[in-house]
């Protein structure tokens, strides 16, 4: 089992920046052994695919819509991974929740809500214009 919990939310003005954290306890497999993502739900939408990295760090993907803004990174150490986010717009607006799926490829990514079996709560993120 793991569990995670974001941190990190909060109400920014157009153009600034917010890192968000998305910490794990896992029992019977260290954090390390999986691909994490982060998908984000707006008001009256559905849950998207923003970020995922591998295990290893080595493999990262985002969504277009946030390409060039946001880094996603992660502390194996730490069982932490970061979602940095810059020049932030009002569309960025929404709950962000970090998942989890194990894997034994250090390079694999998966990019929908099925392929993830443990998520967080989610953190609300408001970016103001």
């Known amino acids: 089992q793991v569990q995670l919990v974001e941190s990190g939310g909060g109400l920014v003005q157009a153009g600034g920046s917010l890192r968000l954290s998305c910490v794990a306890s896992?029992?019977?497999?260290?954090?390390?052994?999986?691909?994490t993502g982060w998908f984000r739900q707006a008001p009256g939408k559905e849950r998207v695919f923003v970020s995922a990295?591998?295990?290893?760090?080595?493999?990262?993907d985002y969504d277009d819509s946030v390409k060039g803004r946001f880094t996603i990174s992660r502390d194996n150490a730490k069982n932490t991974v970061y979602l940095q986010m810059n020049s932030m717009n009002p569309e960025d607006t929404a709950v962000y929740l970090c998942?989890?799926?194990?894997?034994?490829?250090?390079?694999?990514?998966?990019?929908?809500?099925?392929?993830?079996?443990?998520w967080g709560q989610g953190t609300q993120v408001t970016v103001s214009s």
């Open positions: 990295i591998s295990w290893s760090g080595g493999s990262t």
């Open positions: 896992a029992s019977g497999r260290t954090f390390e052994w999986y691909t």
């Open positions: 998942a989890a799926v194990g894997t034994y490829s250090s390079t694999s990514l998966y990019y929908t809500r099925d392929e993830y079996d443990y």
